[in-house]
């Protein structure tokens, strides 16, 4: 199996290449040049294995310069004992054919665990094949659910730091707690004055500064990226996808070879392309469901075939999906463009350049084969969150709320009854503010973030995960806010350089 970038599809690098570099020299990202396909008896057999075994199985098909006995020692340190039991992603029943896949049991309670805790495994055996033998630093920026997850997955790992940076008022309260109390010895956590464009900016230009990365191989250390842009946080998701399809198999409630929707509540694409990726092996879909919030540029472009990111930013109570520039799109794009580099690369430029791109017809009708697409505002996605809670005694986040919403939209608009699969991506108490608004209607008393995680324990009786509430008695070891451009001294500082 080898990759290539997509904006120069003539370049061929190993998995391994692949993950260590994080984002091809040429800007573009990494994808496989063949998508492996599997067959109804592998499907068939998954329903009868753990998730450690299950992702072990779709991990070998695709990470195929890695010695097998690497990808279970992986898969198994990655899984065992972090998510709280043996089921990493459990399916719950919400009504009728419609369930939901939970994938914020991990130590951070969003999604986002589900990659980074493997990654760091696989980076650094992709490290020790290609680096030689550097510390690996990674760089990242985020708006809340990343940083943490990053934080965790790489914390104390053998030949890596990590440096995360928010911005300062950009992120939660208990978003911004779960960082600046964080443990382990190689660690740093800086807060930025200013927004996410900022950080994210900043991260950028030190990744791709030379003097910079002169100065970090002196002290033998190299930079790589923890983002979704790395292929080695997409290949993890594309195993829950199997794994959410052999449990309803393993239910009766789906006959093998039976197709199902996946609806995925999207930011930065990288959780619904992992889908994409799961039906081009051969996982039965019938259609992947996009949801978005009130910022709909997907929405429009899976329609109409319009991408134009030159539009109003809304900040809503679903942050870690305001974004206006999805940038695993690319790698969708790239494959319905018959793998033409050209063409993908042409269309980025354009975004660029006059902030917007048209698909030809031809694209626009592969996509709307392959999507549906809705999106749903803050006062619909609070609305979902108490209906959801009343009518089918399920507590979800605002995140979750917003693809629920535009699941039963599109199925009552459509009568399309497929059984359904909702990826659930945070657990409710890290959004408390809101949830308990909804539920609420405003009317709650608690005024701090861990009054709230009571009063919203009480109201409904389903337990806040320890982790947040255990966050309470844990001191703040980060409190550094620097400048832009304190950014680069900030790095020196955290390193030791
Ligand atoms: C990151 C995130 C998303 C968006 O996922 P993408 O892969 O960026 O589309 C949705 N919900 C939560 C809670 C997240 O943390």
């Known amino acids: 199996m080898q990759y290539t970038s997509t904006r120069n599809n003539t370049i061929r690098v190993s998995s391994s290449e692949a993950i260590a570099a994080g984002i091809s020299k040429d800007g573009g990202l990494f994808v496989p040049t063949e998508v492996p396909q599997v067959t109804p008896d592998f499907i068939a057999a998954l329903a009868g294995k753990s998730y450690i075994e299950r992702a072990r199985d779709v991990l070998r098909l695709f990470l195929t310069d890695y010695p097998a006995g690497e990808i279970d020692a992986d898969t198994a340190g990655a899984y065992t004992g972090s998510f709280g039991s043996e089921n990493v992603a459990p399916v719950v029943n919400l009504y009728e054919n419609v369930n939901i896949l939970e994938l914020w049991h991990g130590p951070t309670c969003a999604f986002k665990d589900m990659a980074l805790q493997l990654l760091p495994y696989l980076l650094t055996g992709a490290a020790s094949r290609v680096s030689g033998g550097k510390t690996t630093v990674i760089l990242v920026a985020t708006s809340g659910d990343t940083g943490k997850a990053?934080?965790?997955?790489?914390?104390?790992?053998?030949?890596?730091?990590?440096?995360?940076?928010?911005?300062?008022?950009?992120?939660?309260?208990?978003?911004?707690?779960?960082?600046?109390?964080?443990?382990?010895?190689?660690?740093g956590v800086a807060a930025i004055r200013g927004n996410f464009d900022d950080a994210q900016n900043g991260v950028k230009r030190i990744?791709?500064?030379?003097?910079?990365?002169?100065?970090?191989?002196?002290?033998?250390?190299?930079?790589?990226s923890a983002n979704s842009i790395n292929w080695g946080r997409l290949v993890p998701q594309i195993v829950y996808y199997f794994s959410a399809y052999a449990d309803l198999l393993a239910a009766g409630k789906v006959k093998n070879g039976e197709k199902i929707n996946i609806t995925v509540p999207t930011g930065n694409f990288g959780n619904i392309l992992a889908a994409y990726y799961a039906m081009r092996m051969g996982l039965p879909v019938n259609k992947l469901v996009c949801a978005s919030n009130e910022n709909d540029v997907l929405t429009e472009f899976l329609t109409t075939g319009r991408y134009n990111r030159v539009r109003p930013f809304h900040t809503t109570v679903s942050p870690s999906m305001d974004i206006l520039i999805s940038s695993n799109l690319e790698r969708l794009l790239f494959h319905l463009l018959g793998d033409d580099s050209d063409k993908t690369a042409e269309l980025f430029r354009r975004l660029k350049e006059d902030g917007e791109y048209t698909v030809d017809g031809e694209t626009l009708a592969k996509l709307r084969e392959l999507f549906a697409a809705g999106c749903c505002d803050d006062a619909a996605t609070k609305a979902t969150i108490a209906d959801t809670f009343r009518k089918n005694g399920y507590l979800c986040d605002t995140h979750t709320a917003v693809a629920v919403n535009v699941c039963s939209a599109y199925r009552e608009k459509t009568g399309d009854q497929t059984p359904t699969v909702i990826a659930s991506t945070a657990s409710p108490y890290k959004f408390c503010r809101a949830v308990l608004s909804a539920l609420t209607d405003g009317g709650f008393t608690a005024e701090n973030e861990f009054d709230m995680v009571e009063e919203l324990e009480a109201l409904t009786g389903v337990p806040a995960p320890e982790q947040l509430k255990t966050l309470k008695n844990k001191a703040v070891r980060f409190d550094r806010v620097v400048t832009k451009d304190e950014m680069e001294q900030a790095v020196y500082d955290l390193l030791g350089i």
């Open 150 to 187: 990053a934080l965790e997955g790489f914390k104390d790992v053998p030949g890596t730091r990590i440096l995360v940076f928010f911005p300062s008022d950009g992120v939660s309260p208990m978003q911004k707690l779960q960082m600046t109390t964080q443990e382990g010895e190689n660690v």
């Open 207 to 224: 990744f791709t500064d030379p003097a910079i990365a002169e100065k970090l191989a002196a002290g033998n250390l190299t930079f790589s």
